[in-house]
């Protein structure tokens, strides 16, 4: 089973950026397509970023051009870069992983993942 854990969040002004990163442990991490998600007080988990195996990527609509998303094999783990941050980008932000058979598959709805992190809080002040 696979073992995720966060890190990188903070306090940051508008305009600013963040790289968010997800250490994996327990399972062999180029099996596993990765995701990004979010949840701000009061809403929904929201989706924000995709990648599979082979490192095909997609990012939400109303994030793309400012975040991305990468993996580093070698290191077991996934990225998330946000740039030009904004209030309404304050959240925790959560990892997720599910073993994938097919390498260039991406999944956007949360309930495709198996294994989840205990998120890390984004909190943009304007």
């Known amino acids: 089973q696979v073992q995720l854990v966060e890190s990188g969040g903070g306090l940051v002004q508008a305009g600013g950026s963040l790289r968010l990163s997800c250490a994996t442990s327990g399972g062999t991490f180029t099996n596993y397509a990765m995701g990004w998600f979010r949840q701000a007080p009061g809403k929904e988990r929201e989706f924000v970023a995709a990648?599979?195996?082979?490192?095909?990527?997609y990012v939400a609509r109303s994030m793309k051009g400012r975040f991305t998303i990468s993996r580093d094999n070698a290191k077991n783990t996934v990225y998330l870069q946000m740039n030009n941050l904004k209030p309404e980008d304050t959240a925790v932000y959560c990892c997720a992983a599910r073993l994938s058979g097919g390498g260039g598959l991406y999944y956007i709805d949360s309930n495709e993942y198996h294994y989840w992190g205990q998120g890390t809080q984004v909190t943009v002040s304007s």
């Open positions: 990648i599979s195996r082979s490192g095909s990527t």
